[in-house]
């Protein structure tokens, strides 16, 4: 698969609603990932496994109402391994009810159908304050 082909599967995968093990599938056994941010946030920092990408899945997913996700892709650029995606995302924390928005950007690498670096950039002081209580 070309990396517009897998790209485009992970975003049908989340939005099309399969499991973390399903999404995680997509992922190499060892992965570069990163999402940065303050500590307080669970899900945020450095993975490494396709396991820990389960895992991120499974936290987010327990830490957000998904029903109220807005999910805005607005470009994806591709170049060789390399994908960016830039775009917005609308959440709601579960503990406070808290909504936020943000613009978001996702940068991909792909080698051997698979996903081999990660990393989202978001407005992380946003996000904490959503949550903090």
């Known amino acids: 698969m070309a990396t517009r082909d897998v790209v485009e599967r992970f975003f049908g995968l989340l939005g099309g609603g399969a499991g973390p093990e399903e999404t995680a599938a997509l992922f190499a056994d060892n992965i570069d990932w990163d999402v940065p941010g303050s500590p307080s946030v669970p899900w945020v920092g450095r993975r490494s496994t396709r396991a820990e990408v389960a895992d991120y899945l499974r936290i987010l997913g327990a830490n957000i109402v998904p ?38 950007a996702m940068h991909f690498r792909v080698r051997d159908d698979q996903i081999v670096k990660f990393r989202l950039y978001e407005d992380s002081f946003q996000v904490a304050n959503a949550y903090a209580e």
């Open 67 to 104: 029903k109220e996700n807005v999910d805005e892709v607005e470009a994806i650029l591709y170049d060789g391994d390399d994908a960016v995606m830039l775009g917005r995302f609308g959440r709601v924390a579960r503990s406070t009810g808290r909504r936020y928005e943000m613009a978001v």
